[in-house]
């Protein structure tokens, strides 16, 4: 057992691990309870639990929760107080999500590629998230617009 | 307060509660027809309209991103007269006996949700809408029909220049009598019907608040995580210990109805770790020390055999005996006109080819799962991204033994269900759980799990020969498809056609074929085969389109030309038309490149695309561009059907490239996505879609047509036809490069 002293969203959780390397993922899903970051496949190939720590991107499948400490972990549900994101607008505008479950993880690339300065074109080469449904023509159309 | 039920001719009913509640049955689909027969007289839909002027529709239907709610609700708005945007839709929960606005299921597959339920909606929009309207004739003391004018949820009264709210005709609305048929709004007034409107579950789908199933929490819940024997058929030999710092392992076994194939009813063919979060649970389940019973026949059950056992069933099969046993290897007559076995061998020109198709996992972005809350003798609760919403209901009756009033279904968002989730294994696997620990408790299936152990594509190799005379005819057409049957595994007899849904898109084919055989074999691999996005139109078309194609190479003409002059029916050849000139079928492509068109149908929708494509090398090719065209009769909602025909060309790209299971002693060997390949946005071509303008919205007697499998089944034909244009190699088996693999991000 550890105690982890954790950022996320701009608030600090206390969180028992059995083991510390137990991945964020599953800390931020059923330790902390926020659900918005999806598991898609556990090995780092589909991106649908992108998180941003420290304004990078990260997998959170495969990164150490204790990796994290003294971090700021932001997740889907902190990217905005009310879908205010330029990212969640265009999504919205665009009618991008169909089943929407790996959204939550291409939005976070989105928003990642765009504090690391990147627009337009430059945004979608960072996109390389798996979309089952197939939604990568309008992420396109949205990740034009920003 | 009031409450009275009245059934009216057409099924609806009014029970008022605080306002005017319409209840009836919207027909569905049920891929499992043939085994089920519908219940009757059962309400599964609500819409009610408050006194506080609330609209709601409670349906039963399911959420997968295919748009089903949005689309039924604007459907209603239309004759309901109200702002699309103020209906609220509440997934309802599953019920075989409640009146009451609990809702029910509306399984969720076949394309069907919208194209089954349009006039119903329609009807139930315009009957309430004239119960208001007589609650305002009675209100005003004037039976004049038409001094009222219904408009944005109001009723207005021209000579008195009143505007009555619906909410408080509501109540008076339910004391009335529903009309048995009310007049609809005739489409050259339609707001809504035709023109894209944005979707209802959109906004939540971008903030992390959608809950999908598995995102259910429950105050002193637990986690279970799947692990099946690697090879299908095989069993457990021993209880394994519970490891250290785990609640249990507890074996799950085979409920009747739920196993295909190998997975025989009884069987334990799994284990779950019962454990305090995912991930411990999961380690756990990795380093569990289990051994399995492996079947007898574990060696037979790899690809060499099923293509082995595909051969000689396509050399040789036992006719349909009708009452006869028809056991696996049985060769069924879809249909038969003419000998063309004879008009082949006496024509000039003579083709004979055989395209083999892969088992293909469907590999949703949500893997399965299912949380359940189950209490003994008291209540039981499943949460389940299912798209079977009432056999989720059943199957918890069956296990738990309780009654209906006792159990609640609650259907959750689905994270794609691609036919997966009309299955319902894992949700007996976690009733089983629950019952054993005695809490709330989620199960899981790690990917590797959803990958190994999925009810599949089916395989298929199909045989076509055919022949040409010197002008280009076609003399006959003898087709021949082996496959293991869906239907025959859910323990279907199979009829003298055989299997519904394997014949799909083979058989009644618009081509003046001259003399035609179509035959089906089923094909005996016990590998568990489900429903997979288009089903048996996404072998079939392959095969049939394929074969167009070499027709049109051998009688020395473009593909479109030739098929425009083969088609018998001016709505096929509209689509054609329309996929060749968005594609730009007639203008010369850039060098380096080819393009190929295919047609095809499904769920009453005709479809056609034309995809263009470059640089074909060992390990891959570029597709440059998409174009489809559709008639689906009626288009609801334009913008969903572009977005539906986008992400079926996706899932057919992936499954056309990439997508394959194979088998090495019953174990299946792709278990994740680098192992599965799939496009990433870097891959994605151009898509263009173009819908054929409604023929007429308002005749009943059109079979309106689906969209969220259409833009599969052509893309593969349409794909393996430009190939040969590109390269002269005839791209007979799918997928294109099998075994290709995928790096991290």
């Known amino acids: 057992m550890a105690t982890l002293q954790l950022n996320v969203n701009g608030q600090n959780y206390?969180?028992?691990?059995?083991?510390?390397?137990?991945?964020?993922?599953?800390?931020?899903?059923?330790?902390?309870?926020?659900?918005?970051?999806?598991?898609?496949?556990?090995?780092?190939?589909?991106?649908?639990?992108?998180?941003?720590?420290?304004?990078?991107?990260?997998?959170?499948?495969?990164?150490?929760?204790?990796?994290?400490?003294?971090?700021?972990?932001?997740?889907?549900?902190?990217?905005?107080?009310?879908?205010?994101?330029?990212?969640?607008?265009?999504?919205?505008?665009?009618?991008?999500?169909?089943?929407?479950?790996?959204?939550?993880?291409?939005?976070?690339?989105?928003?990642?590629?765009?504090k690391a300065g990147h627009h337009g074109s430059e945004i979608l080469s960072e996109v390389k998230n798996l979309c089952v449904c197939g939604t990568y023509q309008r992420i396109r159309q949205a990740a034009a617009m920003l | 307060m009031t409450t009275q039920t009245q059934p009216s001719r057409r099924g609806f009913i009014t029970a008022a509660t605080g306002g005017l509640t319409l209840s009836f049955l919207l027909p569905e689909i049920n891929r499992l027809g043939e085994l089920q027969a519908a219940v009757p007289g059962t309400v599964n839909t609500w819409l009610q309209i408050a006194t506080d002027n609330t609209i709601t529709l409670t349906i039963g239907a399911s959420e997968m991103g295919q748009g089903s709610f949005s689309a039924l609700a604007q459907i209603l708005a239309e004759d309901l007269m109200v702002d699309y945007a103020k209906i609220r839709t509440v997934q309802a929960q599953p019920?075989?006996?409640?009146?009451?606005?609990?809702?029910?299921s509306i399984n969720t597959v076949g394309s069907s949700v919208t194209r089954t339920n349009f006039w119903k909606m329609r009807d139930a929009g315009a009957i309430a809408r004239e119960l208001l309207v007589q609650a305002a004739m009675n209100l005003k003391g004037d039976q004049t029909r038409a001094n009222f004018i219904a408009s944005n949820a109001t009723v207005k009264h021209v000579p008195s220049n009143t505007?009555?709210?619906?909410?408080?005709?509501?109540?008076?609305?339910?004391?009335?009598?529903?009309?048995?048929?009310?007049?609809?709004?005739?489409?050259?007034?339609?707001?809504?019907?035709?023109?894209?409107?944005?979707?209802?579950?959109?906004p939540e789908k971008v903030n992390g608040k959608a809950k999908y199933g598995i995102d259910i929490r429950i105050p002193g819940m637990v986690y279970a995580v799947i692990k099946h024997c690697p090879s299908f058929g095989g069993t457990l030999a021993s209880q394994p210990t519970t490891p250290r710092g785990m609640l249990a392992v507890v074996p799950t076994q085979v409920i009747a109805?739920?196993?295909?194939?190998?997975?025989?009813?009884?069987?334990?063919?799994?284990?779950?770790?019962?454990?305090?979060?995912?991930?411990?649970?999961?380690?756990?389940?990795?380093?569990?020390?289990?051994?399995?019973?492996?079947?007898?026949?574990?060696?037979?059950?790899?690809?060499?055999?099923?293509?082995?056992?595909?051969d000689a069933l396509l050399a040789s099969a036992t006719p349909y005996v009708a009452g006869g046993a028809n056991p696996p290897g049985t060769l069924y007559t879809v249909e038969s006109m003419g000998t063309p076995g004879t008009a082949i061998a006496a024509s000039p020109k003579k083709l004979d080819a055989t395209y083999t198709l892969p088992y293909v996992a469907h590999a949703c972005m949500e893997v399965l799962n299912c949380t359940v809350n189950y209490v003994p003798g008291i209540s039981c609760e499943v949460w389940a991204p299912t798209q079977s919403a009432r056999a989720v209901l059943q199957l918890a009756m069956l296990i738990t033994g309780m009654a209906a009033n006792q159990i609640v279904v609650r259907t959750t968002y689905l994270g794609g269900g691609l036919g997966r989730k009309a299955e319902t294994d894992f949700v007996s696997q976690a009733i089983q759980v629950a019952m054993a620990v005695r809490k709330p408790v989620m199960l899981m299936w790690p990917r590797e799990q959803d990958f190994t152990r999925d009810q599949y594509r089916p395989m298929a190799k199909v045989h076509v020969t055919a022949g040409l005379d010197a002008s280009a005819n076609i003399t006959g057409w003898s087709y021949r498809n082996v496959s293991p049957s869906i239907l025959g595994q859910r323990g279907s007899v199979?009829?003298?056609?055989?299997?519904?849904?394997?014949?799909?898109?083979?058989?009644?084919l618009p081509y003046n074929f001259g003399a035609r055989l179509t035959e089906w074999v089923s094909h005996p691999s016990p590998i568990p085969v489900g429903?997979?996005?288009?089903?048996?139109?996404?072998?079939?078309?392959?095969?049939?389109?394929?074969?167009?194609?070499?027709?049109?190479?051998?009688?020395?003409?473009?593909?479109?030309?030739?098929?425009?002059?083969?088609?018998?029916?001016?709505?096929?050849?509209?689509?054609?038309?329309?996929?060749?000139?968005?594609?730009?079928?007639?203008?010369?492509?850039?060098?380096?490149?080819?393009?190929?068109?295919?047609?095809?149908?499904?769920?009453?929708?005709?479809?056609?695309?034309?995809?263009?494509i470059s640089a074909a090398t060992a390990t891959g090719v570029k597709i440059n561009r998409v174009s489809c065209a559709i008639d689906c009769y009626v288009a609801v909602n334009p913008g969903g059907i572009q977005a539906q025909l986008q992400g079926g060309i996706v899932h057919a790209i992936n499954a056309a490239l990439y997508g394959q299971q194979t088998f090495v002693n019953g174990a299946a060997q792709a278990s994740n996505f680098n192992k599965s390949r799939m496009i990433r946005l870097q891959e994605m071509p151009q898509i263009d879609t173009f819908i054929i303008p409604n023929p007429g919205a308002a005749d009943r007697a059109l079979n309106i047509g689906g969209a969220g499998e259409l833009g599969v089944p052509t893309f593969a034909p349409a794909l393996a036809n430009a190939y040969f244009k590109l390269t002269g190699n005839r791209l007979r088996g799918l997928p294109l490069f099998p075994g290709a693999t995928m790096g991290g991000l």
């Open chain 2, 257 to 310: 109805g739920t196993g295909r194939g190998t997975e025989v009813t009884g069987a334990v063919n799994a284990v779950a770790v019962v454990g305090p979060n995912t991930w411990d649970t999961w380690q756990a389940v990795k380093s569990l020390n289990v051994s399995w019973n492996l079947p007898a026949n574990a060696a037979n059950l790899n690809n060499a055999k099923f293509m082995a056992d595909a």
């Open chain 2, 531 to 612: 429903f997979w996005r288009s089903v048996g139109a996404s072998i079939n078309t392959f095969a049939v389109e394929c074969m167009i194609d070499e027709l049109a190479a051998a009688a020395g003409m473009d593909g479109y030309n030739f098929r425009r002059a083969k088609l018998t029916d001016p709505r096929w050849i509209r689509v054609l038309d329309e996929a060749a000139k968005l594609g730009n079928w007639t203008s010369p492509v850039s060098s380096g490149r080819a393009r190929g068109i295919a047609i095809g149908t499904a769920f009453n929708s005709i479809v056609a695309e034309v995809v263009e």
């Open chain 2, 494 to 508: 199979l009829g003298p056609k055989g299997d519904s849904q394997g014949i799909e898109a083979a058989n009644a």
């Open chain 2, 163 to 202: 505007l009555l709210a619906y909410g408080s005709l509501a109540a008076a609305a339910a004391a009335l009598a529903p009309p048995s048929s009310a007049p609809l709004v005739p489409d050259s007034q339609f707001r809504l019907i035709g023109k894209t409107q944005t979707r209802i579950d959109i």
């Open chain 1, 14 to 114: 206390a969180v028992n691990v059995s083991n510390p390397d137990m991945p964020l993922l599953w800390v931020i899903r059923d330790l902390i309870g926020l659900t918005g970051t999806k598991y898609g496949c556990g090995i780092e190939v589909c991106g649908a639990c992108t998180v941003l720590i420290d304004g990078q991107r990260e997998h959170a499948c495969v990164f150490d929760a204790s990796s994290a400490v003294g971090k700021k972990v932001v997740t889907i549900e902190g990217l905005s107080a009310d879908s205010s994101h330029p990212a969640q607008k265009a999504w919205v505008a665009n009618q991008v999500p169909q089943c929407g479950y790996c959204q939550s993880g291409v939005i976070m690339t989105v928003a990642g590629a765009m």
């Open chain 2, 95 to 104: 019920s075989v006996t409640s009146t009451r606005p609990v809702g029910a």
